[in-house]
């Protein structure tokens, strides 16, 4: 079933890069798509056990990392949750080589979390530049990185941290009748964008729910079992899975980019969404996180996205109809409607879709890998230090 698609992305990815082995879009900045591209490549590596996606990795990684630990490209004052996401790369390379500038790299964007600008519940602002507004993209950037930073340098009150960030957006985004989560929520109510009476945004944008799913998953497998809120989170993530089955499109085991208006007149069936839910989903079961009968969700969606959104020809594989960015607010102001969603530009091979499309294929794998009776082990590969 799996077809191995996601190690010839990874292939084609590599072969975009230049004559001293860069790739162009990496190289420009820090940012929180080459970091998860590098991620996905890292996963890749974990996988096959071939040095040079390592390599691969960290050639680009030393581009940023100065010997002191600093960041090029990087500026903690702009207190932006983004910024955060390519910092799970560090934790590998720390691992491998023991050089402490990655670890003084890590703790710099650490101290960007510690004083980062909140909401009065304490929700973690999606950025600087948008005061008082949680976004569900910002739940992947920041909780992830921070749960491994709290296992793998002792700092047990972190996790704390990163279940409050988690049931806050949720108990703030969730629609009650649906499951879903809106995209976002402003507490000053003060945006055009959303609801004056609840302050969250109109709409379910798939890859805004995909990140949040994203974010669950990568955080809880480093928490500690007994942690208070651990069950809490898988519960609300189970509850939230639920919601997205009841929104996969039964023909090709997709999901539209805005999730529940199915086959309403402009509304596509969207790449990354969909790739990060299967890459969640399937993660999910391996861990034991979801029964074992959700691995049928994880099934269907990889294999539509094989079946309609992946091409291949002599110059790699490619994958179609990416939503190439979203957001809320800013100017030209973004307001979250169903036309604003379904008007944004729809791409194909960036990698806002091709990186959660390995990362999803790697976990095809594993979970395919795994015996069916030990499905919910803890065989997940977590670093050890």
């Known amino acids: 079933m799996n077809s191995q698609k996601w190690f010839a992305m990874a292939e084609t990815i590599m072969s975009a890069s230049d004559s001293k082995g860069y790739h162009p879009e990496i190289t420009e900045r820090w940012a929180y798509v080459p970091g998860m591209m590098l991620l996905a490549l890292l996963r890749v590596w974990e996988m096959t056990k071939d040095t040079k996606y390592y390599d691969y990795v960290k050639k680009h990684m030393d581009l940023f990392i100065e010997s002191d630990g600093a960041i090029r490209t990087y500026e903690l004052e702009e207190y932006n949750l983004d910024q955060i996401n390519q910092g799970k790369v560090l934790f590998h390379l720390f691992k491998q080589t023991g ?109 805004a729910m995909g990140w949040y799913a994203m974010a669950i998953v990568d955080s809880l497998e480093h928490f500690p079992k007994n942690h208070r809120k651990r069950g809490t989170i898988a519960g609300i993530f189970l509850r939230m899975v639920r919601a997205l089955e009841s929104v996969q499109d039964a023909e090709s085991g997709l999901w539209y980019q805005v999730l529940d208006q199915g086959k309403r007149e402009g509304n596509y069936l969207e790449a990354s969404g969909s790739c990060m839910f299967v890459y969640a989903i399937a993660k999910g079961v391996r861990l034991g996180y979801l029964p074992r009968n959700y691995r049928k969700l994880a099934v269907r969606g990889y294999e539509g996205l094989l079946a309609h959104l992946v091409t291949h020809d002599e110059s790699g594989v490619h994958l179609h109809q990416i939503c190439k960015g979203a957001g809320l607010g800013n100017r030209p102001y973004r307001d979250g409607s169903y036309t604003y969603y379904i008007n944004e530009r729809i791409v194909s091979d960036q990698f806002i879709g091709q990186a959660p499309f390995i990362l999803a294929g790697v976990e095809m794998e594993r979970l395919e890998s795994v015996p069916e009776g030990n499905v919910g082990d803890s065989g997940n590969n977590q670093l050890v230090f």
């Open 99 to 207: 050089e402490e500038r990655y670890s003084k790299a890590a703790h710099l964007l650490a101290d960007q979390l510690e004083g980062h600008p909140r909401t009065t519940e304490g929700g973690f602002w999606h950025k600087k530049v948008y005061p008082f507004q949680m976004w569900l993209d910002g739940l992947y950037m920041s909780s992830p990185f921070l749960a491994e930073y709290a296992k793998i340098f002792n700092r047990p009150e972190l996790f704390d941290e990163v279940a409050h960030q988690i049931l806050t957006v949720e108990q703030r985004t969730r629609d009650k009748k649906t499951g879903l989560l809106y995209h976002g929520w402003d507490e000053s109510k003060e945006e055009e964008w959303c609801n004056p009476a609840t302050g969250t945004s109109f709409h379910f944008w798939s890859r």
